[in-house]
């Protein structure tokens, strides 16, 4: 909601050089957007010309000489053990690069600090929303179950161990049929543990639109894009994101259109699932992932991702196991794969893409803005656009919200970019976690390929590397320090693949 931030005080720490809110509002100082604004929004709006620039993202094949080193992980045991939301400084133990420096540190806390503090309406959140904050989405850790995982000791006082490492919570099946709604109370939230009888928990979100298989067109029914089967613009349904918490009590959650009222669908044929013109509707749902390893899959040179491409499955594996590809009709392995490009776009940068469902995103600020828009209803200078309300004929409930909203209307941006930019370095610089004991032990033995007891863990583990054709002699080389043989080869592919022999059988499995 464009609704304008009172400035809070703002107190410098001269230690870390950076910025801290102070809790109380300061009237006299009138309305002001959420973050330091360090740097200014205009000098990074001239860095993102940079960063959509041509070649920005690509990323080189390091130098033949180059010394390589094993990744900093973050001993397992204090793994994304964190205290209460929001975070503060001292957590970042449990999530970044042990060797990351005091700048470093400084630069996530912004970022980490509004990714973890509930927001509200008079801040600018919604009005249509899915959470009041980022770790909405990525509250996993606090209905699991404490043990061998990665948050497996004791949370401190007060804390679940929430944080940008957690997926978005699941504690039961969606029933879309009481999420969906009615035209009289709109949606409903997925808040409830009863999955049979009320709408079941979780904190994914849904998506909903309509899919016309024949030409391969999705409507987001959201009220501007262009039916290309029909013509028309498509129906204000406040598509293809279904928003269930809203941020004021004047607004409800969005509500799923009922077939009668979608102009795509209508009429349904039993036997194809169509509608006349060729429509279904297609209702899905998305979850926040955790966080985990996203800096080192910016940094994977892009010639390694392309090389992986066989859209034609002209390539195949070595491999002593069986191979029925050739049985089931395959050219080669049945392995086929290709990049995901993403074309020129007016907020992102284009090229090769790495993040998200199929590899829909080229950078990570796209998925920070994403959020920030998307889900908690913030405008930026990268985006001012609001969470399009619906505008169905006949809702009762919507001339309130839409008063609410337009009181408080501005065009002025509700958060400044130092504030998404900062997530963005607080995601690069999230460490994978130590690898659990089992398979620790075995990589800093002398032979980590030596048969183990049939029956013990380190056994169960060599099996699992073995399943997926990884040398473990080769691994260990690769993940502990020291280890690699000082001619820098050891006669296996960068990623501790044997090729002579995969050991794999996808097709079998």
């Known amino acids: 909601m464009n609704i304008r931030k009172r400035a809070r005080a703002l107190t410098v720490c001269t230690s870390l050089g950076i910025l801290v809110y102070s809790a109380s509002f300061l009237p006299s100082l009138g309305w002001a957007e959420i973050g330091s604004g ?40 204090k793994f994304g053990v964190v205290g209460p939301f929001p975070l503060t400084l001292k957590d970042l133990d449990a999530l970044i690069y042990p060797s990351a420096t005091p700048d470093e540190r400084a630069a996530v806390l912004e970022g980490m600090t509004f990714f973890t503090t509930p927001h509200t309406a008079e801040e600018g959140a919604g009005p249509m929303a899915n959470q009041p904050f ?177 859209a034609g499955d002209l390539k195949g594996h070595n491999s002593s196991l069986g191979n029925f590809a050739v049985s089931l ?42 959020g920030l828009q998307g889900e908690l209803g913030f405008t930026s200078d990268i985006d001012l656009r609001e969470i399009n309300l619906p505008d169905i004929d006949d809702d009762p409930v919507r001339p309130a919200c839409e008063a609410a909203v337009d009181a408080h209307a501005s065009n002025a941006p509700e958060v400044f970019l130092s504030t998404p930019f900062s997530e963005r370095n607080h995601i690069r610089l999230v460490s994978p976690p130590e690898f659990g004991d089992t398979l620790l032990g075995l990589l800093k033995s002398r032979d980590p390929s030596e048969p183990r007891s049939e029956e013990s863990a380190g056994a169960r583990v060599q099996r699992g590397a073995m399943l997926f054709g990884i040398d473990l002699m080769a691994f260990a080389n690769r993940m502990i320090p020291g280890r690699m043989p000082a001619t820098g080869d050891d006669g296996l592919d960068l990623n501790a693949i044997n090729q002579a022999d995969r050991k794999l059988n996808c097709v079998g499995c």
């Open 38 to 77: 360090v740097p200014t929004d205009a000098q990074l709006l001239m860095q993102r010309v940079t960063e959509r620039g041509q070649g920005f993202f690509v990323v080189a094949v390091p130098p033949s000489l180059a010394v390589l080193r094993p990744v900093e992980r973050v001993p397992r045991h």
């Open 329 to 370: 009709g395959c050219t080669s392995d049945c392995i086929s794969g290709r990049h995901n490009e993403i074309p020129k776009n007016a907020r992102f940068a284009s090229g090769l893409g790495r993040f998200g469902l199929r590899a829909n995103g080229a950078e990570i600020i796209q998925f920070v803005i994403g």
């Open 134 to 310: 980022c770790l909405g989405c990525h509250t996993s850790s606090a209905e699991a179950i404490h043990g061998a995982g990665l948050v497996s000791a004791p949370c401190p006082h007060g804390s679940t161990c929430v944080s940008l490492v957690s997926r978005a919570a699941r504690s039961t099946p969606t029933n879309f049929k009481f999420t969906a709604g009615d035209a009289t109370s709109g949606g409903r939230a997925a808040d409830h543990l009863d999955a049979s009888n009320d709408t079941g928990r979780t904190a994914a979100f849904t998506l909903f639109g309509d899919f016309s298989p024949s030409t391969n067109f999705f409507d987001p029914l959201d009220g501007s894009t262009l039916n290309t089967v029909t013509g028309s613009v498509s129906q204000p349904f406040g598509g293809f994101v279904q928003h269930t918490r809203p941020s004021i009590p004047q607004c409800v959650a969005d509500r799923i259109p009922t077939i009668m009222e979608d102009h795509n669908l209508g009429v349904i044929d039993p036997a194809t699932g169509l509608s006349l013109i060729g429509f279904r509707r297609s209702v899905g749902e998305r979850a926040g992932p955790p966080y985990i390893g996203r800096g080192l899959m910016e940094a994977v040179p892009n010639a390694d991702i392309l090389s992986n491409e066989d």
